[in-house]
Each structure stands twice: as C-alpha cells, then as structure tokens.
Nanobody, 125 residues
C-alpha cells in the first residue's frame, strides 16, 4: 500500500511559478513511475506529466511542455512538479499518482494504482 500526499499549491498571478511536492509513504517509491494529473471544475481529470522510476524518462502534456518540469528524489520519496509561466487555464486541483510498473507507459488514469488527495492551484489573471 502506498500513501501519497501533495503540497505546495496556492494562489499565484499569471506568469508566476509554484513547485508542487508529493511525498510517498507506506512502501518504497523508487520502483514506481510517478505522474501528475489535474482536474479543473466541471472537467475531466487530465494527464500533466510522468517520470519513470529512476528519473531518466519523462513525458509531458503538450499544454505544459516547456513550462512544467517533473523530477524526483527517491531518497526523500518525493516527486516534484515545478510550474513556471503559469496561466489562468492551469487553475485546477493537482494530483500525484503512482504506476507500479515503474515505466513511462501511459497517460491514462487507469494505469495508475495509487492517488493522492490533491492540492489546489489557482492562477489569477
């Protein structure tokens, strides 16, 4: 069993930056691929970024590519999402998720067995 807890959300002006963190407990994080998803009010939860078990492979949604960076520190069992040049359309609840295969293989929510409770990011114009 894995527990994931996100933090770092908040209110920021357009063009600003935030760094989200996701701390894992319960089992080792180092063998899992980790992803970030987001869900805006009235919309489906969508893929944002994913990183493989050792940090060597990443994938990003086109809407955030070049602005967001996913990284991980397995010693701290933590995954990060550095968000820059934020836009109002980035406003959403952000969730981290774990894929037990360890590989970057899917952008589908169905591929992730464990989820956090989310952290809210609000970008004002």
């Amino acid at each position: 069993q894995v527990q994931l807890v996100e933090s770092g959300g908040g209110l920021v002006q357009a063009g600003g930056s935030l760094r989200l963190s996701c701390v894992a407990s319960g089992r080792t994080l180092s063998s899992y691929a980790m992803a970030w998803f987001r869900q805006a009010p009235g919309k489906e939860r969508e893929f944002v970024a994913v990183i493989n078990w050792n940090g060597a492979v990443t994938d990003y949604a086109e809407s955030v590519s070049g602005r967001f960076t996913i990284s991980r520190d397995n010693a701290k069992t933590t995954v990060y999402l550095q968000m820059s040049s934020l836009k109002p359309e980035d406003t959403a609840a952000y969730y981290c998720a774990a894929d037990i295969t360890g590989r970057v293989r899917t952008r589908s929510r169905a591929g992730y067995a464990y989820w956090g409770q989310g952290t809210q990011v609000t970008v004002s114009s």
